[in-house]
């Protein structure tokens, strides 16, 4: 029994830092088995186990909050219970959380947003104007002029109105219609709920989805989740991550052999490597679609974070337009948006929308139906979204404030900061970061390490990574998270925590670094 | 990827290829996806309110849109959360300033902008549970059996997540009420699981019957293989508050047949009827002792969206779990992380609804008085359409016990039926939608909800301001005599 008892513990005890799911549910499918022998003398098993549950679900994994981030979490309990530690704070550079890390909010999309949920401060003299108009439309489009009614699931007609307009301005004219925009809780909501309607089939002629590696492991979390096919396509890390249309041709090839490639997924800036694709690159990658078939799946979340000066953000929408008709009435495109990056960094709010291209009527009525089971995205997610893309204009009371608030130079310096610093450290090579938040650095790591994360069960990065925790209480994901090429190490870190937090920040790593060379030599 | 070749014609007249996304090529499982709620009743209705005809929305458990107003403690906490600003605005009361910073501090970089850990902030949590305590008269909850979700369904959506597994004779069964809420319909279509009808007792005003558990779940191991039981109570659409006994017996079954419970609880602060009072499915089970108490496993689920609140825009939830494997919470963490967290407005509101102000607090007259209002009103309007449905022939409505709905059984006439057969209708709809035509008034039929065969209803709120509800009422009950003397 205290055997039985041991291997339910270590089935079901906390989390050792390797892979959800594996190592316990082997282990818990032994305590089950010496259990059965004695079942009198136990507790009964559970009707819902690691054995028994959905195995998709099993096979989630999602890095940027995974075994690292609940590691944290454990070391910041520690520290509060009095643990001494070599450091007094852990630092969370493992997510894109722009106000968690000291980001203030923008004023006047508070200040809307505080009239929207507390109408009686519309007669307030504290709030200019041109808020309380915005928060007026706003209202005047809700149920019962409230946040608190469920909206239509597609979202707030008004709203998406906005939308479109928004769309129409940033891509130069080219015309969005409202009824192809869709409000989401977050960008994510969007994303999982195409990739949900486009997979279908069984055996080899289940849905592929093609992503980047390295990728933002939403896409392989829903992929796993749908039990459809992930095929990988690489950027090119020697080329400042581009998308080679090559790559993309080598992997749709091969994945024909095992399933149907339907689906091609483009974070553009990208996440975690920051790339802002060429406008050239984008017109090949829709060639490429509609050549094979694909369905374009384009994350814009970023689009708001585009640093480098020799970049630009060109919405996959307004270049398919640009196109021409054969293009532009065919390629079904799906381009989505947030308000939890860009200057706005509302995270908290699950503000999105997606903007769909050349969907068949039909299936922009399953698309309702499908979002109408959840009722609506937030309400206030939307409204904070309403201002995103209708933000005070010259002429405006708020419009000055605004402007000084909602100004980059800052996340650019700390981009720049960032690429030079990592550039500096003897092992470290740190690819231009053109847009996004993060940097995504390739690590060298010694012979010696490798061995012993392998006798930690640990992917090397992510030994890496918990020992710079430990040691420094920075928090980075492991690029094993994201995927990179075979043999190659990297971790993503975040460029949000303040200047001088950020040089203090990377001057750790880089010492920690340092001495990890040498331990491991 | 072929298009149906309808489809294909069409779009090579047109010049179009086929598409990649076709009804013929989508996930199958979302194809068979329905819910009544926002179905095509409702679709009918938005073209009727673009034709700037008047529609009066019956159909879904939305007070504010029917002209309910918000919890004034609530929005001002949320304004200041907000707008931290005005904390220094005379024009709050200081009880609410305080609940402000305190979930403020709670909240990374002091912002409801920034993402919660995924299962929601700590505090919150921790003020669910202890709401969980106060309300199961001193049973404890752990914090850490607490998941804030993006209103109940997103939590539902998640547990019936892991439940399901297998294949062919093997793959999940969940038990589900008919006439129940269709998003357990709604989800257990598109997770490909096996829908285990068990049916509530009309007669008995909507009775969970324990023998009829037995049969349902008897037929089903025929061809699946049943791990859950959901069971909604306060009910929805039928409103019937279960008793403590069957609540019981429904325990008791669970634990005999190895069923993970789900309790569907979001209406339980609204509960109407004298004699009717709300047991929660936990306090019951934690009273029953061992065995069931230690390890039946369950999970209730409650709302900000009903209740004397209201709240449902802000998409405001939690799901407290009992006796769940250590291992299997840590995957539905894992699995709630992949969204990264459910809104934190909507958290923030949650923790206003489970520490509403104290009896000490500047605003604790306000806040009962408003919530009572509206409580008496919810109640007298249940007891109002329960009487002008009964004293209409052709009706008949149980006893609106809790929740927000009425859910009357209609006589239909023979040559009805026939009509709506030859529409391609169910005859329920096909009444739905004369209604909504001639009157304006948008329910849901019985069918959109599951009812036994042969039987009609439709679902209709009771949340219109009172008046209006009566007239609405008399109206409707006048359309059915008219629509039964036309097919007569």
């Not at chain 2, 989800?187 to 096996?194: D, K, M, N, S």
Request: glycine residues 8%; neutral net charge; charged residues 20%.
């Amino acid at each position: 029994m205290q055997r039985a008892a041991a291997l339910v513990r270590r089935g079901c005890g906390p989390r050792t830092p390797s892979s959800w799911g594996r190592s316990q549910s082997s282990a818990a499918a032994e305590a089950s088995a010496v259990l059965k022998v004695r079942p009198e003398r136990s507790r009964r098993e559970r009707i819902l186990t690691l054995e028994s549950m959905n195995p998709q679900v099993k096979a989630v994994e999602y890095a940027v909050r995974g075994p690292i981030v609940l590691k944290a979490g454990e070391i910041e309990l520690e520290l509060q219970r009095g643990i001494k530690k070599p450091f007094t704070e852990v630092i969370r550079a493992n997510i894109g959380d722009a106000q968690a890390m000291g980001q203030q909010p923008i004023t006047f999309l508070r200040q809307v947003m505080a009239l929207c949920t507390y109408p009686n401060l519309l007669d307030s003299p504290s709030f200019p104007e041109d808020a309380k108009k915005r928060a007026r439309r706003i209202l005047q489009a809700c149920g019962g002029n409230s946040l608190g009614s469920y909206s239509a699931s597609q979202g707030v007609n008004c709203i998406r109105e906005d939308v479109a307009a928004y769309i129409t301005r940033r891509d130069g004219g080219v015309p969005a219609d409202p009824d192809n925009i869709y409000l989401t809780t977050g960008a994510s909501d969007g994303i999982s709920t195409i990739l949900k309607i486009l997979v279908s089939g069984g055996g080899k002629s289940r849905t592929g989805v093609m992503i980047p590696i390295p990728q933002y492991p939403l896409y392989s979390a829903v992929i796993s989740e749908l039990d459809a096919i992930q095929v990988n396509y690489y950027l090119d890390e020697e080329n400042c991550w581009a998308l080679n249309v090559n790559e993309l041709r080598r992997a749709v090839q091969e994945a024909k052999d095992h399933c149907d490639p339907k689906v091609l997924c483009i974070i553009n800036p990208g996440n975690p490597t920051g790339q802002v694709q060429s406008r050239k690159c984008i017109e090949d990658v829709i060639h490429f679609a509609w050549e094979e078939k694909l369905f374009l799946l384009a994350d814009e979340v970023y689009q708001d974070n585009v640093y480098s000066p020799d970049c630009r953000f060109h919405s996959f929408k307004k270049v398919l337009y640009e196109m021409g008709p054969e293009y532009s009435s065919n390629v079904e495109l799906a381009s989505f948006h947030s308000t939890s990056k860009g200057y706005m960094g509302e995270c908290g709010y699950r503000g999105g929308y997606m903007e769909v291209i050349n969907l068949h009527p039909e299936i922009k009525g399953q698309l309702v139906k499908l979002l109408s089971v959840r009722l609506c995205p937030p309400v206030s997610g939307q409204a904070a979204m309403d201002i995103v893309v209708n933000p005070p204009v010259a002429g405006e009371e708020s419009f000055e404030q605004f402007s000084r608030e909602s100004v980059l130079g800052n996340l650019a310096k700390k981009a720049k900061l960032t690429e030079d610093l990592f550039n500096q450290v003897p092992g470290i090579h740190c690819n231009p970061l053109q847009g996004a938040m993060y940097a995504f650095p390739r690590i060298f790591i010694p012979a010696k390490a490798v061995e012993a994360a392998q006798a930690h069960q640990m992917a090397p990065d992510m030994f890496y990574c918990m020992k710079l925790l430990e040691e420094t209480g920075i928090c980075v994901v492991p690029g094993s998270g994201f995927g990179q090429r075979e043999g190659t190490y990297h971790f993503r870190m975040t460029i949000l925590p303040p200047v001088e937090k950020l040089k203090t920040v990377l001057q750790k790593v880089k010492d920690f670094h340092i001495n990890f060379l040498e331990k491991y030599a | 990827m072929a298009s149906s070749t309808g489809d294909r014609s069409q779009a090579v007249r047109h010049g179009l290829r086929a598409k990649v996304l076709t009804l013929d090529g989508m996930n199958p499982r979302v194809r068979r996806v329905e819910y009544a709620v926002r179905g095509p009743i409702v679709q009918r209705a938005l073209e009727l309110e673009q034709e700037l005809r008047q529609v009066i929305r019956a159909n879904i458990g939305d007070a504010q849109a029917m002209g309910q107003r918000p919890i004034t403690f609530l929005r001002q906490v949320l304004a200041l959360c907000v707008n931290p600003d005005l904390l220094s605005s005379p024009n709050f009361p200081d009880d609410a300033k305080k609940r402000a910073e305190r979930i403020l501090q709670a909240c990374g970089g002091h912002s409801l902008g920034a993402y919660s850990v995924s299962s929601g902030i700590q505090l919150i949590r921790e003020d669910v549970a202890r709401y969980i305590e106060r309300r199961d008269g001193g049973i404890p909850a752990d914090p850490n059996n607490v998941f804030l979700s993006t209103g109940a369904s997103d939590a539902i959506v998640t547990v019936l997540k892991l439940l399901v597994a297998g294949e062919g004779h093997t793959r999940t069964g969940v038990l589900i009420p008919i006439p129940q809420y269709p998003l357990y319909s709604a989800t257990l279509a598109e997770l490909g699981a096996v829908q285990v009808d068990y049916y509530l007792d009309e007669e008995r005003a909507w009775a969970l019957d324990v023998a009829e558990l037995h049969r349902a779940l008897g037929q089903a191991r025929d061809h699946c293989r049943p791990r859950a039981l959901c069971v909604i109570n306060p009910g929805n659409p039928t409103g019937q508050v279960q008793t403590r006994e069957c609540i019981e017996a429904v325990i008791r079954f669970a634990f005999e047949e190895r069923l993970f419970l789900l309790a569907d609880e979001v209406y339980q602060d609204n509960v109407y009827a004298a004699g009717s009072q709300f047991h929660s499915f936990k306090k019951v089970l934690m009273e029953m002792g061992p065995p069931y108490a230690g390890q039946q496993e369950l999970a209730s689920f409650h709302s900000t969206s009903k209740g004397y609140m209201g709240e449902c825009g802000f998409r405001g939830g939690y799901v407290e779990v009992v006796n769940m494997d250590a291992a299997v919470q840590q995957q539905m963490l894992k699995l709630m992380s992949v969204r990264l967290c459910p809104p934190v407005p909507g958290q923030a509101l949650l923790d206003l609804v489970v520490s509403p102000p104290a009896p000490t607090d500047p605003s604790f007259a306000q806040f009962q008085a408003e919530k009572q209002a509206v409580l008496a009103e919810l109640a007298a309007k249940a007891k109002l359409t329960e009487q002008v449905f009964n004293e209409a022939p052709g009706i008949s409505c149980n006893p609106v016990q809790g929740a927000m709905y009425s859910f009357p059984r209609v006589q239909l006439p023979p040559r009805a039926v026939e009509r709506a057969q030859e529409l391609g209708l169910a005859p329920d709809m096909f009444f739905c939608l004369r209604l909504l035509e001639e009157t304006g008034i948008c329910v849901v039929p019985g069918s959109g909800f599951g009812q036994r065969e042969g039987t009609y209803h439709f679902r209709m709120t009771i949340l219109p301001p009172l008046e209006k509800l009566r007239l609405l009422l008399e109206k409707l009950s006048r359309f059915h005599a008219k629509f039964t003397l036309e097919y007569s």
